[in-house]
Nanobody, 123 residues
Framework: QVQLVESEGGLAQAGGSLRLSCAASGRTFSTHSMGWFRQAPGKEREFVAAISRSGVSTRYADPVKGRFTISRDNAKNTVYLQMNNLKPEDTADYYC????????????????WGKGTLVTVSS
């Protein structure tokens, strides 16, 4: 079991930037690949990004490629999502997730979820 706590989201204008962070409890943070999901109003929860245990490999959903960057600091048990050039379509509840191991086997099926944080992007 790993506890995940997202930072507070926020409101940004289209074209702006926000950074989310997620703090993970426990001493096994580096054994988990990490990621972010989001759920927009009226839509299903969708995969956003994932990062390998070492931080060497990343994966992004097509809508955020080139705009979002996932990173991690294993020394701080923290994963980040830097969101640039935000669009109104990015408005959603964002969830930090952790995988038992690698995300490559089932990137859409994380094992642990944070409670979510709201990001609102105005046009």
């Amino acid at each position: 079991q790993v506890q995940l706590v997202e930072s507070e989201g926020g409101l940004a204008q289209a074209g702006g930037s926000l950074r989310l962070s997620c703090a993970a409890s426990g001493r096994t943070f580096s054994t988990h690949s990490m990621g972010w999901f989001r759920q927009a109003p009226g839509k299903e929860r969708e995969f956003v990004a994932a990062i390998s245990r070492s931080g060497v490999s990343t994966r992004y959903a097509d809508p955020v490629k080139g705009r979002f960057t996932i990173s991690r600091d294993n020394a701080k048990n923290t994963v980040y999502l830097q969101m640039n050039n935000l669009k109104p379509e990015d408005t959603a509840d964002y969830y930090c997730v952790a995988y038992s191991g690698s995300y490559t086997s089932s990137p859409s099926s994380p094992d642990y979820w944070g409670k979510g944080t709201l990001v609102t992007v105005s046009s």
